[in-house]
Structure formats: structure tokens, C-alpha cells
């Protein structure tokens, strides 16, 4: 579901530390930068053949960005090889770039950190940059998901009896199969307009990162459980990290609102049965859904026949909230298969934007605040938890946010902060969560 899942989370280490008095006052001997490639600090140079990287092309960079403090030297448990601590004298972007195209080719990456007032310029080697999984994994995956949703969308313009028999089903369903498809190929261009929507960032931004892999959920409602990629190193900055995770849901509501409309547009404006049968839904509502549903028919739907005393707004904020009361023998839209589709496209785009962990929404977040808002992720678990009471899916996601919702792609540079228009950007993907977001998915009977 347009999570973008990254492998690095650089630990902190304690190490001995070297100290030096200022900028560029280094000792009579170069650092043992042989440390850096290989891990043998003690190991002699025995040539340049043998390795032709100079002990001092480190320090000297370094001493181009930073006003140096001290530095500490990684030992062989640690997860880095040196680490500078001082001043920047240069706009972290370009320091980082600098040290970034001076090393490419020494496998060395550099890492920006704040510490207090000052910076952290830590180097690793460079994350190999491993390759693709099979890509016919990716396309089996995609042929696979899209036999599921269009079972589902089968099953969604089934009119028949309730029954397991596929034969039945069939039977009944056959004669919709063009809804059937509509509805597949609504759903299926949402996800992957998401997904390459953050797949296309990434390799706009030079960022390695796979294909997306889909994921078939048989006899579900949707027949899908989303869409993932995986970035394969590191993003660069919190800007390039806002762009990728924010590209996924742009891109997915541009071709969600136009399913909502043609599929709103499509559905009809009936009287809801009195007695309902079993296992009838109504789907939830979002402050988007509802406005676009009074836009295409002209009412605020459902529509109950009474509002039992109180004003319509207290109606409409508790129904919003809670689902209740079902407004039996009101009047609510019967949501076409393509409507239906626009609707999961809404759902999915405003889960993924809940803002913690690996979920788009959590690199909005981490690319504005960082590691600053520590409550915030306790706060999203008590929500869901309460929310689980009126619709049992939220327990499912609180428990994913309780295991992996501390865990963010962390970028290279955390120094370097986003530019106003990202950050307006940033935030115009958080009110849209908020419109998007439904608290009841689906009313069950």
C-alpha cells in the first residue's frame, strides 16, 4: 500500500576518541584512514598497488566542510569507521554532495548528523547497492493481483443468493462482467499509479529502488492488499524523502478522483431497506467522500428520514464518527463497481498516509520534524485502539504501527532541512490525510 520500505538505521556506537584543537590542526601523522576500507587499523601500508587510497584524502575533505573538533575511530563491533564532530562551514547540501562525488569511488559514504550545536560527519562504507529481486517475481505478483481483484469485482456485482458455489456465481455474475472489469482495472490503475508515482521519484532523485510488488488477497473485498517498493539505499535528504514518499499518494489520487466521479456519477440515489438483509455494509465516510458525494447528487448521503430531535450537524458528526444510526429507510447512494473503486483508492491512500513508521505519512512527518515528535506514535496507537471498538481493522493496523512504527527511513543528510515549498508540500499531504481519513470504514450489519 505504497509503503516505502528502507534497510538502513544507523545505530550509535562509543568508541575511543581522538581529539584535535581546531580546524585543520591535525597531528605530525595522517589518521590510519586504511581503517575506513578495510577494518585493520594496525595494518601497515605495504604499497600504493596494494591500496591506493591515500591516508590523508579523508581528512583533507573533511577539513574543506568542517571545523573540526575531534573525531572518534570506529572499532570492528562498531557500525562506522570514523566520525568527525564539529562546525560546518559550508551549506550542509553542498557538503555533503562534496564529500558524496570526492568518495564515490573509495565505497565510503558520509553521514550528516546533528548532535547539540554540533554536526556529525560519520563515514561507512558505502551500502552496496544490491541488486533487483527478480523482476518476474514483480510481474507474476502483478498477473496474479489482478485475477484477484477481478474476482472480487465479481463477487461485488454478484446478485445472487449467498453461496460458496463458484458455479452459481458465475452464473448470476456473468452477465456484469463488464462492471466486473471496470472495477479491476479502476483499482489496479490506483495502486499502480501510487506505487510508480514513488517508484518514478525515487529514480528521478538517482535513488535505487525496485519494482512494485503487489499483493493478491483472495476472497477480499478489493482482492488486494496494496503495493510496496523497496528503496535499496538510503534517500540522500528529507527533501528527496518527502518527494518519494509523497509522490505515491499525488500520484494515486489523480487517478482516484476521476474513478470517483465517473463512478459516483454511474451510481444511483435509493430508499434503504427497513429490515436490511445479513451482512449488508454501508461504506464509511471521509470529509472528501462526503463532499464529493454532494457534489455529484446534490444531498449530504445517507440521508435518514429524521434526525430524531437533534441538529443535522450533531447527526452528521456522530455518524461520522461512530456509523450510528443506521439510517434505515433514508435515502443513500448505491455505489457503483467504479465508484467503489474510487472509494478503496481513498482508503488506501489515506492509510498509507497515517503518520508513523514506514507509511508515506511517516515520511511527511520525519521529513518535517525528524525524531522530534516521540509522543506522537504512542498518541496514533491510542486512537487506533479506540477506533477498534467501532471498526476491528484499526487493531490490525496498531498492532503493525506497535512493531515497525519506530523504524523510519532515515536519510543520509538529516542536516539538511526542507525548502518552504516542500515543507508547504509536507503539509498540504497531511490535510489531505485528514480529509481523507475515515474512522468507520465499513458499517456492518
Known sequence: MGVVESRWAPRSSKSVAGRYASRGGFDSHSLPLLFIINQHPMKQIESEAENPFKADIVTHLVDEILEIDHYILGETKDDFL??????????SEDAHDYLVTSLTSYQITPWFRAVEENIEVTFRKTISRAE?????????LFLVTFVSILFA??????????TANIGLIWAHSKLHLGEAFAFSISLLSILTAHEFGHYFAARFHRTKVTLPFFIPFPLSPFGTMGAFIQLLEPPKNKKVLLDIGLAGPLAGLIVTIPVLIIGLSLSVVEEIPVLLPENFAFEGNSLFYLGMKFLIHGSWLPEPTSFNGISPFFYW??????????P??????IIHPVAWAGWAGLLITSLNLIPAGQFDGGHLIYSLYGKRLKWLRPLILAILVILGFLWSGWWLWAF?????????AEPLDEITDLDPNRRILAWIGLVIFFLLFMPVPLITI
Open 82 to 91: 570514523i566520525r568527525f564532530i564539529g562546525k560546518l562551514t559550508r551549506p
Open 328 to 333: 434505515s429507510g433514508g435515502l443513500d447512494v
Open 153 to 162: 469485482g465479481i463477487l461485488t456485482v454478484y446478485d445472487g443468493p449467498q
Open 400 to 408: 503493525m504501527i506497535l512493531l515497525v512504527g519506530n523504524r523510519y
Open 317 to 326: 458528526v456522530k455518524y461520522f464518527f461512530t456509523g450510528q444510526p443506521i
Open 132 to 140: 533487483p529481486p527478480n523482476q518476474r517475481i514483480n510481474y507474476l
